[in-house]
């Protein structure tokens, strides 16, 4: 059997773990909202009639911080439709998904949701069809006290206190012909920073993020972010970034290596953002905000949005509910290891979405909530990464893909938490048929106790988890692990996540 060898030391530090890191996503899109978070006539469902049993489960999940309302839904939302009385909002056409929005759930709902939660809000504002004066609106109804006309309309609506809202998206993907508002760089540049400025006059410590590419192969891709970046450097805090990964043509050694394509986006923007930065002589740095990113089989989306007709409207359709396998758990489990490593200038990300579309958490009308495969490998970053992200050095086999090259078969983060004696080391083994030895040299702690040891494989890929049979993909013990003198010895299965929680 093959081995890989890890070297840790604590005083290689790549930056502390942003809690941030561990985000999600809610979008009107689907049923995530409507049937998702939100459902009255639930058995569960409390006095907002929100789902206990998701609530539930988001806070077993780790969420930190969510984005709200969108994704595309934002770029066509009058913000205002989903305030006041139920009954005397509008019910509007959504164009972004070809649905009927109610208006039941709007913005004081989320943030009510948040609050029982515990998760911060990310706001969205709506660049596509409107401007500066209501994202100013937006602001003052959310985060303005008393005494003016829409933080007192806040209050009339039951909201007596601010939302204090430190977090905003400057749009959503307006880079992308099929958005609604869709602009050029210049154009929206403009745009971002002149709603940036109005809105640190009113309030200089918000945390702003400008919209980056919306997928790395946009062939605007870069040369957006860098005109972007010209006309906002000095007013925002982030430039966005947002990934989707799926299976293409039975290339599982290709999909697993998903994360190559991660790291890569992230060093290109991170390069572009510093060009900018010695271009205009700034001390500053941008930092990236990745807002979107899953495995989603978007072919099924395109189809379905191809086939719409005039007629075709409904409220909450089923979209792009993801049956998820072993195999996109561990492509997430990837991904995350790609997010902590570059902690350092990915200080925000947020999953897309949190529940039903494309989401780690699925539940039924009436019915049941239970967790997908990619729930587990969210849950056990958000529960054991602390403290720092350390340098590590890997040394690993390689294996061919038809996308990426060569690839090592195996991929590990480090963090540590020097207050509370925590170590924590996550990998995959991303080699689609081998099996590999893991050794974990631990020489730097030496007392180091081991306390626990997950896999999450199966002999079956393709397997997933069911109303029926919730839990058949989960972690469990690993039984092939030995923590002998100062190496942690362990056998990881192919197509594996993997974790190890040590006491230093």
């Given at each position: 059997?093959?081995?890989?060898?890890?070297?840790?030391?604590?005083?290689?530090?790549?930056?502390?773990?942003?809690?941030?890191?561990?985000?999600?996503?809610?979008?009107?899109?689907?049923?995530?909202?409507?049937?998702?978070?939100?459902?009255?006539?639930?058995?569960?469902?409390?006095?907002?009639?929100?789902?206990?049993?998701?609530?539930?489960?988001?806070?077993?999940?780790?969420?930190?911080?969510?984005?709200?309302?969108?994704?595309?839904?934002?770029?066509?939302?009058?913000?205002?439709?989903?305030?006041?009385?139920?009954?005397?909002?509008?019910?509007?056409?959504?164009?972004?998904?070809?649905?009927?929005?109610?208006?039941?759930?709007?913005?004081?709902?989320?943030?009510?949701?948040?609050?029982?939660?515990?998760?911060?809000?990310?706001?969205?504002?709506?660049?596509?069809?409107?401007?500066?004066?209501?994202?100013?609106?937006?602001?003052?109804?959310?985060?303005?006290?008393?005494?003016?006309?829409?933080?007192?309309?806040?209050?009339?609506?039951?909201?007596?206190?601010?939302?204090?809202?430190?977090?905003?998206?400057?749009?959503?993907?307006?880079?992308?012909?099929?958005?609604?508002?869709?602009?050029?760089?210049?154009?929206?540049?403009?745009?971002?920073?002149?709603?940036?400025?109005?809105?640190?006059?009113?309030?200089?410590?918000?945390?702003?993020?400008?919209?980056?590419?919306?997928?790395?192969?946009?062939?605007?891709?870069?040369?957006?972010?860098?005109?972007?970046?010209?006309?906002?450097?000095?007013?925002?805090?982030?430039?966005s970034a947002h990934a989707y990964y799926q299976l293409e043509n039975d290339d599982l050694a290709s999909f697993l290596a998903s994360s190559r394509d991660m790291?890569?986006?992230?060093?290109?923007?991170?390069?572009?953002?510093?060009?900018?930065?010695?271009?205009?002589?700034?001390?500053?740095?941008?930092?990236?905000?990745?807002?979107?990113?899953?495995?989603?089989?978007?072919?099924?989306?395109?189809?379905?949005?191809?086939?719409?007709?005039?007629?075709?409207?409904?409220?909450?359709?089923?979209?792009?509910?993801?049956?998820?396998?072993?195999?996109?758990?561990?492509?997430?489990?990837?991904?995350?290891?790609?997010?902590?490593?570059?902690?350092?200038?990915?200080?925000?990300?947020?999953?897309?979405?949190?529940?039903?579309?494309i989401g780690s958490i699925r539940c039924e009308p009436g019915g049941p909530a239970w967790r997908q495969s990619?729930?587990?490998?969210?849950?056990?970053?958000?529960?054991?990464?602390?403290?720092?992200?350390?340098?590590?050095?890997?040394?690993?086999?390689?294996?061919?893909?038809?996308?990426?090259?060569?690839?090592?078969?195996?991929?590990?983060?480090?963090?540590?938490?020097?207050?509370?004696?925590?170590?924590?080391?996550?990998?995959?083994?991303?080699?689609?048929?081998?099996?590999?030895?893991?050794?974990?040299?631990?020489?730097?702690?030496?007392?180091?106790?081991?306390?626990?040891?997950?896999?999450?494989?199966?002999?079956?890929?393709?397997?997933?988890?069911?109303?029926?049979?919730?839990?058949?993909?989960?972690?469990?013990?690993?039984?092939?692990?030995?923590?002998?003198?100062?190496?942690?010895?362990?056998?990881?299965?192919?197509?594996?996540?993997?974790?190890?929680?040590?006491?230093?």
């Amino acid at each position: 059997m093959r081995t890989a060898s890890l070297s840790i030391d604590p005083t290689f530090v790549v930056a502390p773990v942003n809690r941030r890191t561990f985000g999600s996503f809610v979008e009107h899109m689907g049923r995530c909202v409507y049937t998702g978070i939100y459902e009255p006539d639930h058995p569960s469902a409390d006095e907002d009639g929100l789902r206990t049993d998701v609530l539930d489960l988001v806070r077993e999940l780790g969420v930190t911080v969510v984005r709200y309302p969108g994704g595309n839904f934002v770029s066509g939302y009058r913000w205002e439709d989903g305030v006041g009385p139920v009954e005397d909002r509008p019910t509007r056409l959504d164009s972004a998904w070809h649905t009927i929005e109610t208006n039941a759930f709007g913005l004081n709902e989320f943030t009510r949701w948040a609050h029982k939660a515990g998760v911060e809000t990310m706001m969205a504002m709506n660049l596509g069809t409107r401007g500066v004066q209501e994202a100013l609106d937006l602001f003052e109804y959310c985060n303005h006290p008393s005494g003016t006309a829409l933080s007192d309309l806040r209050i009339s609506h039951g909201v007596k206190d601010p939302h204090d809202i430190q977090l905003w998206c400057l749009g959503n993907e307006l880079d992308g012909p099929w958005q609604l508002g869709h602009k050029t760089a210049q154009e929206y540049g403009r745009l971002a920073a002149e709603t940036a400025s109005a809105l640190r006059q009113r309030d200089p410590s918000l945390q702003l993020i400008a919209c980056g590419s919306s997928h790395r192969q946009m062939p605007t891709f870069a040369a957006w972010e860098a005109t972007v970046l010209e006309h906002t450097y000095d007013q925002v805090d982030f430039i966005s970034a947002h990934a989707y990964y799926q299976l293409e043509n039975d290339d599982l050694a290709s999909f697993l290596a998903s994360s190559r394509d991660m790291d890569d986006f992230v060093n290109e923007v991170v390069a572009t953002a510093d060009h900018i930065r010695a271009k205009l002589r700034r001390s500053k740095r941008i930092n990236i905000s990745f807002d979107e990113w899953n495995v989603w089989y978007r072919e099924e989306s395109r189809q379905l949005r191809a086939s719409w007709s005039a007629e075709d409207w409904e409220v909450a359709p089923r979209l792009s509910e993801e049956p998820y396998t072993v195999a996109d758990a561990v492509v997430v489990g990837s991904l995350l290891l790609s997010l902590l490593r570059h902690s350092d200038r990915v200080t925000v990300a947020c999953q897309a979405q949190l529940v039903n579309t494309i989401g780690s958490i699925r539940c039924e009308p009436g019915g049941p909530a239970w967790r997908q495969s990619i729930f587990h490998p969210f849950a056990q970053a958000a529960r054991l990464a602390q403290g720092q992200v350390l340098h590590t050095a890997l040394s690993a086999p390689a294996h061919d893909t038809a996308r990426y090259g060569q690839v090592p078969s195996i991929d590990a983060v480090v963090t540590h938490d020097a207050e509370t004696g925590q170590l924590a080391v996550l990998a995959v083994n991303r080699h689609p048929g081998e099996e590999l030895t893991l050794e974990i040299d631990l020489r730097a702690f030496p007392a180091a106790r081991l306390t626990e040891a997950s896999v999450l494989a199966d002999d079956d890929w393709r397997a997933t988890n069911t109303q029926q049979d919730p839990d058949r993909v989960s972690p469990r013990p690993n039984p092939q692990v030995q923590l002998e003198d100062t190496t942690l010895r362990a056998v990881l299965p192919a197509v594996s996540w993997n974790v190890f929680h040590l006491e230093v």
